[in-house]
């Protein structure tokens, strides 16, 4: 299995990005897709995720309404769409799969980093106020 992100960059705030992993190695019914983000100092943390299989889609509550994850299986690829970025939205954004489905309708499961088995390396993402 192999993560691979693109799509970071320098903006300015009030900008918008769009994010893409590119995996292989997956069946995408069967996964559970995710995008995390680490800040220097900081812990990773979830920011959203997306079960291809039923269409599910979560949102960490900091970031929603300015976040979209969305999927294209013929690509294999998920997406992270994210508008009017701030400053403290500067982090390494890194994609994750879980080859688990069937838990993002709890809260407290899907943010963690354990529950998923494959990580990219990440894309860096700089917003300038």
């Known amino acids: 299995v192999q993560l691979v992100e693109s799509g970071g960059a320098l903006v300015q705030a009030g900008g918008s990005l769009r994010l893409s992993c590119a995996a292989s190695?997956?069946?995408?019914?069967?996964?559970?897709l995710a995008w995390f983000r680490q800040a220097p100092g900081k812990e990773r943390e979830g920011v959203s995720a997306i079960s291809p299989g039923d269409g599910r889609s979560v949102y960490a509550d900091a970031l929603k309404g300015r976040v979209t994850i969305s999927n294209d299986d013929a690509a294999a690829t998920v997406y992270l769409q994210v508008n009017n970025l701030k400053p403290e939205d500067t982090a390494m954004y890194y994609c994750?799969?879980?080859?688990?489905?069937?838990?993002?309708?709890?809260?407290?499961?899907?943010?963690?980093?354990?529950?998923?088995?494959?990580w990219g390396q990440g894309t860096q993402v700089t917003v300038s106020s």
């Open positions: 994750a799969a879980s080859t688990t489905s069937g838990f993002l309708w709890r809260p407290t499961l899907w943010p963690r980093t354990r529950m998923y088995d494959y």
């Open positions: 190695g997956l069946t995408f019914d069967d996964t559970t």
